[in-house]
T-cell receptor, first 114, second 117 residues
Framework: AQSVTQPDIHITVSEGASLELRCNYS??????LFWYVQSPGQGLQLLLK??????LVQGIKGFEAEFKRSQSSFNLRKPSVHWSDAAEYFC????????????FGKGTKLTVNP | DAGVTQSPTHLIKTRGQQVTLRCSPI?????VSWYQQVLGQGPQFIFQ???????GRGNFPDRFSARQFPNYSSELNVNALLLGDSALYLC????????????????FGPGTRLTVL
């Protein structure tokens, strides 16, 4: 069965600092991988996705993620964090067919200090 | 263009009651999925409907049911509410051009906050 682990429940960074959010997945085949962001009281917004090809994926708002098959990881990075990036971030994995079911991790809450 | 809309925004029910949540997908989108997000957890898949047919079902009891209408809007019904059903219920839509097989980006609505007392 598919599963996603986000080891960090809460991360605090200073504005302007770099950011890396960790995500490890479990899936038998090549996964479809996603990062979503959720601001308080809001739905989920897709930051980026990986289906195949280049393992370094660029997303919106200056985010990028790197797929590493050997480590079963899909970590999210941003070189310089802005105060508006404070939110909850979810990593998700999907199957290659049959349905649009996504399996989400428990999320990482990001706090940005001024 | 309007995004995914959900109604109501908030809902308070008592144990044993029944609730219906509604979702309108983005215009032209044929696939709708429902997720339950309990406080402090990630969303958990409940159902997916594509062209009015159920395409996927998560690990939820039969108290949960859903349907999709000819205009692609959808309803999620929960019977015999339990305290543990308190959660944010999210609806997502996608164009479904791949036949509902995940190649399409899913757009999420703001959710319905259900509180069961």
């Amino acid at each position: 069965a598919q599963s996603v682990t986000q080891p960090d429940i809460h991360i605090t960074v200073s504005e302007g600092a770099s950011l890396e959010l960790r995500c490890n997945y479990s899936y038998g085949a090549t996964p479809y991988l996603f990062w979503y962001v959720q601001s308080p009281g809001q739905g989920l917004q897709l930051l980026l996705k990986y289906f195949s090809g280049d393992t370094l994926v660029q997303g919106i708002k200056g985010f990028e993620a790197e797929f590493k098959r050997s480590q079963s990881s899909f970590n999210l990075r941003k070189p310089s964090v802005h105060w508006s990036d404070a939110a909850e971030y979810f990593c998700a994995v999907g199957s290659q067919g049959g349905s649009e079911k996504l399996v989400f991790g428990k999320g990482t809450k990001l706090t940005v200090n001024p | 263009d309007a995004g995914v809309t959900q109604s109501p925004t908030h809902l308070i029910k008592t144990r044993g009651q029944q609730v219906t949540l509604r979702c309108s997908p983005i215009s032209g989108h044929k696939s709708v999925s429902w997720y339950q997000q309990v406080l402090g957890q990630g969303p958990q898949f409940i159902f997916q409907y594509y062209e009015k047919e159920e395409r996927g079902r998560g690990n939820f009891p039969d108290r949960f049911s859903a349907r999709q209408f000819p205009n692609y809007s959808s309803e999620l019904n929960v019977n015999a509410l339990l305290l543990g059903d308190s959660a944010l219920y999210l609806c997502a839509s996608s164009s479904g051009t791949s036949g509902g097989a995940l190649l399409d980006e899913q757009f999420f609505g703001p959710g319905t906050r259900l509180t069961v007392l």
